[in-house]
């Protein structure tokens, strides 16, 4: 009997067993797509009477000493790695086309290449000339990177057994095509065999691979989201277009700590690394507005101030609009009900607007309360004092739990000159942080007290 199609998605990888128009598993539109069949694969399907061979098992507690780990002297990228690279290891690098992935990695090959690692660097979507012509802009031009076009993986694999290097760059995952397999570069079997093969590579020779992975919309082009659970560890590359700010996240890492961020500044030379983004993202603050607030946050290990700006104006339209940039809407609609049915402040009729400002992502439910204090801020048209800082979670009850490091995110605004923090009562503030906590039980105090409001 013929094998049924199967089907899978190629902005997640989900695997369905029929096409439909819309993904179950990530709500994306027409990226359902009918697998080619793997030419290799099991043709039967038990394993038969024949034996295979016994594995060699070991003591967790081995004598061997923990791979070294190489640095690149670019401490941020460093830090969202864990602390360097770890060799043998498989990186992928995704983001949207045109973010610098390419930028970043030349960069960094420089760098490891500097620090005596063999470097190779495979570009399957720029010409060598092309590549060196960046390097050139980016001052790299002397740069010991061994460099690549190559698109063919079979001959890519041959190259990096021969060359035995230490890291190899493949940029981009999508435009490798394996000859074993019947479908066209960047389709989901193609992007998950060549990753295979890589990954593999990577592991029985020790030459740590970074894969690089565009974040496509259409359905055409396999995201990288089908490989991510291939590899040890993933980062994404993110930022607004306009603004010269790129954070590099890591959303798995096998040897270090998620959900660090590593920031970097786009510029006429390359991407260069902030090592104090919290100055950086309150940077070009005016003088205190209404709706604008200061945001203590925690982003991995390290934390990081930015102002949450809000918005609200009568809206002409039946249905008001609630837009956010940086900061996701369901949370919005939840601050916004209880600001409504446990404060008695109606949001009905009005447009709310909502940005972080700088570019950057906030995922934190600790952002909760900047988000009240600004909304309310912007609607009672009342600047907070500027030297205050908000923290802290908001439950549906309108009561507030304090959030986690709540030392370290005083004494990283005490740093930057902040004198006071609005923060849920039961916060465990250290002995002498330079910063007087005002500490607030639940929402309709903060209403209240601060606004006049409710
Ligand atoms: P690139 O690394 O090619 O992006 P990706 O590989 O993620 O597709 O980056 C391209 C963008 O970066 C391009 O819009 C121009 C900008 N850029 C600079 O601003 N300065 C530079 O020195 C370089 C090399 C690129
Ligand atoms: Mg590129």
């Not at 594995?55 to 360097?84: C, H, M, N, Y």
């Not at 960047?186 to 020779?205: C, F, I, N, P, Y």
């Not at 604008?292 to 290990?301: K, L, P, Q």
């Amino acid at each position: 009997m013929a094998k049924s199609p199967s089907f899978s998605c190629t902005s997640c990888g989900a695997v369905h067993s029929k096409w439909s128009g819309r993904c179950d598993a990530c709500g994306a539109w027409n990226t359902i797509q009918e697998d080619a069949p793997l030419s290799t694969g099991p043709s039967k399907k038990t394993l038969g009477g024949a034996r295979g061979a016994q594995v060699a098992l070991t003591d967790l507690a081995a004598s061997e000493a923990p791979p070294a780990r190489q640095a690149s002297a670019i401490a941020e990228f460093d830090r969202v790695l864990g602390g360097g690279l770890v060799p043998g290891s498989a990186i992928l690098v995704g983001g949207d086309p045109g973010i610098g992935k390419s930028t970043l990695l030349l960069q960094a090959a420089a760098r490891f290449a500097g620090a005596g690692m063999k470097t190779v660097y495979i570009s399957g979507e720029e010409a060598t000339a092309q590549v060196r012509l960046r390097a050139g802009r980016l001052g790299l031009a002397d740069a010991a990177v061994r460099l690549g076009s190559e698109t063919n993986l079979r001959d890519i694999l041959t190259t990096l057994d021969a060359e035995r290097p230490g890291l190899a760059i493949i940029d981009s995952i999508q435009t490798m095509w394996l000859d074993t397999v019947d479908s066209a570069p960047g389709s989901v079997s193609q992007v998950r065999a060549a990753a295979h093969e890589l990954v593999t590579h990577a592991k029985s020779r020790g030459t740590a691979v970074i894969l690089v992975g565009h974040v496509t919309k259409e359905g055409q082009i396999a995201g990288p989201r089908v490989v991510e659970h291939m590899v040890d560890t993933v980062l994404y590359f993110e930022g607004e277009r306009g603004h010269q700010f790129r954070i590099l996240r890591a959303v798995k890492n096998r040897f270090g700590p998620a959900d660090e961020i590593g920031v970097f500044e786009m510029t006429g030379t390359g991407l260069g690394e902030v090592t104090n983004p919290s100055a950086l993202f309150l940077g070009d603050r005016e003088t205190p507005a209404p709706g604008a607030v200061v945001f203590a946050g925690i982003e991995g290990t390290r934390p990081v101030l930015c102002e949450i700006q809000a918005l609200v104006a009568p809206s002409p339209h039946s249905q008001p609009r609630r837009s956010t940039v940086g900061l996701d809407g369901g949370r919005l609609a939840m601050i916004l009900a209880v600001l409504e049915s446990r404060c008695g402040i109606p949001f009905a009729g009005l447009d709310v607007y909502l940005n972080v400002a700088g570019g950057l992502r906030v995922g934190e439910t600790g952002a909760d309360l900047a988000v009240a204090a600004a909304l309310l801020s912007a609607r009672e048209d009342v600047a907070l004092p500027p030297d205050t800082v908000v923290f802290g979670e908001i439950s549906l009850s309108g009561a507030l739990r304090p959030v986690t490091q709540t030392e370290s995110r005083l004494r990283e605004a005490a740093k930057l000159g902040f004198t006071s923090a609005l923060m849920p009562e039961r916060s465990k503030t250290g002995p002498d942080t330079g910063i007087e906590a005002r500490k607030m039980p639940d929402l309709p105090a903060l209403a209240g007290g601060l606004f006049g409001a409710g």
